[in-house]
């Protein structure tokens, strides 16, 4: 079968101010299908009318929660690879979340308003599992909510329903707690499907050989259709091991969501994604918790590599201009005494950068920039023009901003990223755009895979959106949680991208695909800031309420 691609969710608010209906009625997504992977060469993508949720899969249920973990937990086999690598930059510093009483959402979404008023306008949102501080216990008269409202931090109302709790109950604390996200680029660990049915409660050995026969033998890996075949460029074979004891609401045998009736909640199709948290033995097996609170065989999926890519943060020694190394390495030229350049025997290895001077050399017609790197007693290091994708820094402010706005330069072209305050760069990065190149005018961006240019305005940001080209369960593709998600021009986003390495290159549906180091890092600098306990704020063309808004500007 041939999958079709959407785009990122748009949660909705989008193009001129955020609509509650349209947010929660269509999905909307960047789906990464096609052979480059994340938000990637997909055949013609799917266009919903209306804004999509926040989160495309109501199966994903407790998301991101005000919690911390001391290290990040990836899905590799070897322990020492599961940590962000050193040199990653420091994400920017956010504020503890507020002490004090605090408001649980156990709805699919809590929509948190402006004002104390049930109305089109949101300026954020709470999911389910999630807790957000509150000014005091007690709820304020208002408008569409005879419960009243409850003030929260930093600012906004809830309304006083049946999808929020002062006192969650026991079991429900728990299961949330179970699917926390940690802290760091990956929130989630991540795993590719080879086709699996998603259990409700941990099945007997019987259950298990009755309800997969239609799965085929464990240990047969089908291969992935041509159209998403790069979705496994970082899936390794490497077994998942149980490290943590079973969780206590499936101790009983029954689901964790007491709501959710039946054996098997859903099918996790060939070639989609799961996010999850814990891996446990039981009944004679390993078992992943997906964060939506099903389980799903470990044998079954194949865990994704986490990439150590990322970008650099800008000043001090590092500054612009600075040459990409994209798709592949790029050799190292020095200078002969008698003015000549010649290999040195070296190279720059894929997607590493290298500082440049802003001298250079024309040696039988071709061009060599200098570079800062000392090449021993005969100077710099030089490398050719024709191999290096260079990023400068813009003397001109985009039309419409100021020296007080932060914003994104995304260059098409080059494949590059750069983050500015002002006319100060901050951060420097590769990045990968629609596969379709440049977009061309007449031609939709959506049909043909193209990342639009233009100037635009962060509308949303959300820890963690799933992504579908369909809406509902039983959906025949998704990816679940892809993180750090800002849309810009929805349905566009910039997003991280867990499952391929190939920044710098044509490869997504439409959308900006980062890395997750950079999108962590990204998400974190932008504007405006998700409050600790939000899973997601708006952005302009909703309500100035959240504060300032980062620019994104894309260029060809």
């Not at 959710?260 to 994604?273: A, V």
Request: overall charge positive; proline content about 10%.
């Amino acid at each position: 079968m041939e999958y079709k691609a959407g785009r990122p969710l748009d949660p909705a608010f989008l193009r001129t101010r955020t609509k509650k209906t349209a947010f929660t009625a269509a999905l909307v997504l960047c789906v990464c299908a096609g052979t480059a992977s994340g938000c990637s060469n997909a055949p013609a993508p799917v266009k919903t009318a209306g804004a999509p949720r926040p989160t495309a899969n109501p199966t994903t249920g407790p998301a991101f929660a005000p919690t911390s973990a001391a290290q990040v937990n990836l899905p590799v086999a070897d322990p020492a690879a599961s940590a962000t690598p050193t040199d990653a930059p420091n994400t920017p510093t956010q504020p503890e979340a507020p002490q004090g009483p605090r408001l649980t959402s156990q709805g699919y979404i809590t929509f948190i308003y402006r004002r104390p008023k049930v109305d089109a306008l949101f300026i954020g949102y709470v999911r389910h599992g999630q807790s957000v501080a509150i000014k005091s216990t007690q709820t304020v008269p208002g408008v569409g909510c005879s419960g009243g409202f409850y003030a929260i931090e930093p600012h906004g109302y809830v309304c006083n329903d049946r999808t929020v709790t002062l006192q969650p109950n026991e079991r429900f604390v728990a299961a949330a707690r179970a699917t926390d996200p940690v802290s760091g680029p990956f929130p989630y660990k991540y795993a590719l499907s080879n086709g699996s049915p998603m259990y409700n409660r941990i099945p007997t050995k019987d259950e298990q050989t009755r309800f997969e026969r239609t799965y085929g033998p464990v240990g047969k890996w089908i291969p992935l259709h041509k159209s998403v075949a790069a979705h496994g460029d970082l899936a390794t074979f490497d077994p998942i091991a149980a490290v943590d004891p079973v969780p206590s609401v499936f101790l009983d045998k029954r689901p964790a969501d007491p709501d959710k009736m039946g054996l098997i909640r859903q099918t996790i199709p060939l070639g989609s994604m799961l996010s999850y948290t814990k891996v446990f033995e039981a009944e004679g097996r390993t078992w992943l918790l997906s964060v939506d609170q099903t389980l799903v065989p470990a044998d079954r999926m194949r865990p994704f590599k986490p990439s150590s890519f990322h970008g650099t943060k800008l000043g001090g020694d590092t500054n612009l201009p600075i040459a990409w190394m994209r798709k592949t390495a790029k050799p190292k030229y020095k200078k002969t005494e008698g003015g000549q350049v010649e290999s040195a025997g070296a190279e720059w290895g894929v997607r590493t950068f290298v500082g440049l001077t802003g001298q250079k050399v024309t040696v039988d017609g071709k061009v060599y920039l200098e570079t800062v790197e000392t090449a021993g007693q005969n100077g710099k290091y030089y490398i050719a023009e024709a191999d290096a994708t260079v990023a400068e820094a813009k003397d001109k402010l985009p039309f419409g901003l100021d020296m007080t706005r932060t914003w994104i330069h995304v260059s098409i072209s080059k494949g590059t990223l750069v983050a500015y305050r002002g006319l100060t760069p901050e951060y420097a990065t590769l990045m990968s755009p629609g596969k379709g190149g440049i977009p061309q005018k007449g031609r939709d961006n959506v049909d043909n895979a193209t990342t639009p240019t233009g100037t635009y305005n962060i509308t949303f940001k959300d820890r963690a959106a799933t992504m579908s080209p369909e809406t509902g369960e039983n959906r025949s593709f998704w990816i679940q949680d892809v993180p750090w998600t800002q849309y810009f021009n929805p349905p566009f986003a910039l997003h991280a991208a867990f499952w391929h390495e190939r920044f710098g290159e044509p490869t997504s549906a439409g959308c900006v695909n980062v890395a997750p180091i950079d999108a962590e890092w990204l998400f974190e600098w932008s504007e405006p800031k998700v409050p600790a306990g939000w899973q997601g704020a708006t952005g302009a063309g909703a309500t100035s309420v959240n504060g300032p808004v980062t620019a994104v500007v894309v260029q060809r």
